[in-house]
């Protein structure tokens, strides 16, 4: 089945760094999502993209859907302690179900 | 406007048992779709449903089932349960689930002891 490659794991940085994370598929999907998850809860949606190199924003968030339509990134910029939490990539490719990464859990140190 | 609702918000069963779980999805969506998380991994699809039709099913035994009814709310059931079950089980709504945006619910955390 499809397998989606999300890095870093984790990551831990200052306050008011900016912050990448990208997401890879073994093959091409057409429609990327990206969550924060935090504890206990379910995710939330932060960004939805729908066409190759697209480029969204959402706040200090921007995410990209790669050209290859096999990789999606996501930016936040002057991170700030609320940013703490677990940031997951999803993907599909036309009907086919959601398939989610394993996730990057950022920490950030004030 | 309320987002997706779950219950119960947590449950401890014991293997054997059965264990139903339900969704009630954002106003106006059609769809439900329900995954499983166990610790330290990414939602796993488990069902979707589409106007009372499943439209899709992963890769879980037939010991999970679920249903929409007309109202679009949905239940997961898990029969047989086994120590492996323990998870969040969430629910995610959208309005026709053909590849637009899924919001999840706050999950229901399952524990089989």
């Known amino acids: 089945g499809q397998q989606l490659n999300q890095s870093p794991q984790s990551m831990f940085i200052q306050e008011g760094e900016d912050v990448s994370m990208n997401c890879t598929s073994s093959?091409?999907?057409?429609?990327w999502l990206w969550y924060k998850q935090d504890p206990g809860e379910g995710p939330v949606l932060l960004i939805a993209l729908y066409k190759a190199g697209e480029l969204t924003s959402n706040g200090r968030l921007t995410a990209q859907f790669g050209i290859t339509r096999k990789d999606s990134f996501l930016n936040i910029s002057a991170s700030i302690p609320s940013d703490v939490g677990i940031y997951f990539c999803a993907g599909r490719a036309g009907n086919t179900p959601l398939v989610f990464g394993k996730g990057t859990r950022l920490s950030v140190i004030a | 406007d309320a987002g997706v609702t779950q219950s119960p918000t947590h449950l401890i069963k014991t293997r054997g048992q059965h264990v139903t779980l339900r969704c009630s999805p954002i106003s106006g969506h059609k769809s439900v779709s329900w995954y499983q998380q166990v610790l330290g991994q990414g939602p796993q699809f488990i069902f979707q449903y589409y106007e009372k039709e499943e439209r899709g099913r992963g890769n879980f035994p037939d010991r999970f089932s679920a249903r929409q009814f007309p109202n679009y709310s949905s239940e997961l059931n898990v029969n047989a349960l086994l120590l492996g079950d323990s998870a969040l089980y969430l629910c995610a709504s959208s309005y026709t689930g053909t590849g637009d945006e899924q919001y999840f619910g706050p999950g229901t955390r399952l524990t089989v002891t």
């Open positions: 093959s091409i999907f057409n429609t």
